[in-house]
T-cell receptor, first 115, second 114 residues
Framework: AQSVSQHNHHVILSEAASLELGCNYS??????LFWYVQYPGQHLQLLLK??????LVKGIKGFEAEFIKSKFSFNLRKPSVQWSDTAEYFC?????????????FGTGTLLAVQP | DGGITQSPKYLFRKEGQNVTLSCEQN?????MYWYRQDPGQGLRLIYY???????QKGDIAEGYSVSREKKESFPLTVTSAQKNPTAFYLC?????????????FGSGTRLTVV
C-alpha cells in the first residue's frame, strides 16, 4: 500500500533561515506528488505539485520541491522563510493514471517561524 | 466563485447521537472525498466517491456513512458507532485527470463530542 512519511513533525526557525522539509513515499509505480499548506484558521491550499517533466518544481510564495525518483523523495525547500510561513505542511501522493485520484497524506510538519 | 462549502464550521454532539456534516461543491467535479484530521496523524481518508450513487470506503470508514445522490453533494454521517469522533473533518473534490491537479478543499467542520 502507498504511504507517505514526513520525518520532521515540528520545525522552529528564525526569519531568513533556510527551510527543507523531508517527504518520502512508498510506491513502486508512477506517482503524482503534492505539497499542501494549512495556515492557522485557513483551509488547505496547494503549494506545488509534480507529475512529470522537470523534477525541480516551483510553487507559490517562493517554495520549491525536488523529486528524486531513486530516493522516493519530494522534499520541500525555501531559501529564506518569513514569519507568515508559519503553518502546517502536508506532503501527499497519488497513483498517476490510477482508477481514482485518491491522495495519501503524510502526518504533516508544523513550522513555526520566529520573528 | 466556485468552491466547496462545508457546514457547520463547529458542531457539538452528545455521545450516542448521530450527526451529519454537509459538503457542497459547485466546481462540477466528479469525485469527492472525506478526510479526518487529527493532530500528529495528518489526514486520513474516510470515504470517497467518484461518481453519483457510488462510493468506496477509505482507510478509516468504521463508524461513518455517506451518500452521493447528487453530483454537488457528499454528506458524511458520524454515527454513534464511531468511538472517537472528536476531530476536524475535511471535504475535498477533484476532477478525473489522472490525479494531476490534486484536490480543492473545503474549510472544514470541527466536531466535538460532549
Amino acid at each position: 500500500a502507498q504511504s507517505v512519511s514526513q520525518h520532521n513533525h515540528h520545525v522552529i526557525l528564525s526569519e531568513a533561515a533556510s527551510l527543507e522539509l523531508g517527504c518520502n513515499y512508498s510506491y513502486g509505480g508512477t506517482v503524482n506528488l503534492f505539497w499542501y499548506v494549512q495556515y492557522p484558521g485557513q483551509h488547505l491550499q496547494l503549494l506545488l505539485k509534480y507529475f512529470s517533466g522537470d523534477p525541480l518544481v516551483k510553487g507559490i510564495k517562493g517554495f520549491e520541491a525536488e523529486f528524486i525518483k531513486s530516493k522516493f523523495s519530494f522534499n520541500l525547500r525555501k531559501p529564506s522563510v518569513q514569519w507568515s510561513d508559519t503553518a502546517e505542511y502536508f506532503c501527499a501522493v497519488s497513483n498517476y493514471g490510477g482508477a481514482t485520484n485518491k491522495l495519501i497524506f503524510g502526518t504533516g510538519t508544523l513550522l513555526a517561524v520566529q520573528p | 466563485d466556485g468552491g466547496i462549502t462545508q457546514s457547520p464550521k463547529y458542531l457539538f454532539r452528545k455521545e450516542g447521537q448521530n450527526v451529519t456534516l454537509s459538503c457542497e461543491q459547485n466546481l462540477n467535479h466528479d469525485a469527492m472525498y472525506w478526510y479526518r484530521q487529527d493532530p500528529g496523524q495528518g489526514l486520513r481518508l474516510i470515504y470517497y466517491s467518484q461518481i453519483v450513487n457510488d462510493f468506496q470506503k477509505g482507510d478509516i470508514a468504521e463508524g461513518y456513512s455517506v451518500s452521493r445522490e447528487k453530483k454537488e453533494s457528499f454528506p458524511l454521517t458520524v454515527t454513534s458507532a464511531q468511538k472517537n469522533p472528536t476531530a476536524f473533518y475535511l471535504c475535498a473534490s477533484s476532477i478525473h485527470d489522472r490525479g494531476r491537479r490534486g484536490y480543492t478543499f473545503g474549510s472544514g467542520t470541527r466536531l466535538t463530542v460532549v
